[in-house]
């Protein structure tokens, strides 16, 4: 069974551009979430997808940050414009949903902003 | 608030035994999750408790306190390819939401 997928693994941009990251979660998967990992730290939150309803984005800093998921699939994450301070790893996750299930991880983008 | 508490660093050599300590404070509890993440790559899940007791998966071992508000994460035997950090998680509630993980602790394991 494959993993979850993200693309691309590394990015590299000036800040101010933008850049967007794209994730195929686990086949049959309903919920997928997007994580920031800083260095040293644990993932953190971004947004949550039940299907395609986005049902958790209070951690999203929606006036530079947007996200996705057509058809309750694919999911794409979009900075616009990137800030040195989003240089990080953003990762993504799926889970089967509705329940106390297991998330499984991406191998994550890693961003950096110079 | 939400807080999760685990050693930062410990080291260890090959075929030793080592516990890694998380506590937590958070808003519900519905399971606690361990995942190793090797440098540069995806965390990958190790266990899950949601009941208090010791659950067994070959080399790792995790237990869980609720009332305490205590895990840990017991690996024995060591090999090298252990060194990596591993993230203490937490699902508050409502169930189904997402994780709240520790800042992890980095196990370097030598021979």
Redesign the interface.
């Known amino acids: 069974e494959a993993g979850?997928v993200q693309s691309p693994r590394y990015k590299i941009i000036e800040k101010k551009q933008p850049v967007a990251f794209w994730c195929n979660p686990i086949s049959g998967h309903n919920?997928l979430?997007w994580?920031r990992q800083n260095l040293?730290?644990?993932?953190?939150?971004l947004i949550?997808y039940?299907n395609e309803e986005a049902v958790?984005d209070s951690q999203l800093p929606k006036d530079r940050f947007s996200a996705e998921r057509l058809k309750g699939v694919d999911s794409t994450l979009k900075i616009q414009p990137a800030e040195l301070g989003d240089s990080a790893v953003y990762?993504c996750a799926s889970s089967l949903?509705?329940?106390?299930d297991?998330?499984?991880?991406?191998?994550?983008t890693?961003l950096t902003v110079l | 608030g939400q807080n999760i508490d685990q050693p930062t660093e410990m080291t260890a050599t090959e075929g030793a035994i080592v516990q890694i300590n998380c506590t937590y404070q958070t808003s519900g509890f519905n399971g606690l999750f361990w995942y190793q993440q090797h440098a540069g790559e995806a965390p990958t899940f190790l266990s899950y408790n949601v009941l208090d007791g010791l659950e067994e998966k070959g080399r790792f071992s995790s237990f869980l306190s609720r009332s305490k508000g205590y895990s840990y994460l017991l690996l024995k035997e060591l090999q090298m390819k252990d060194s990596a950090s591993y993230l203490c998680a937490v699902r508050g509630s409502p169930a189904g939401t997402a994780l709240i993980f520790g800042k992890g602790t980095t196990l370097s394991v030598s021979s």
């Open positions: 979850v919920t979430y994580y040293g730290q644990g993932p953190e939150l949550r039940e958790d990762l949903g509705y329940g106390t297991t998330q499984y991880f991406g191998p994550g890693r």
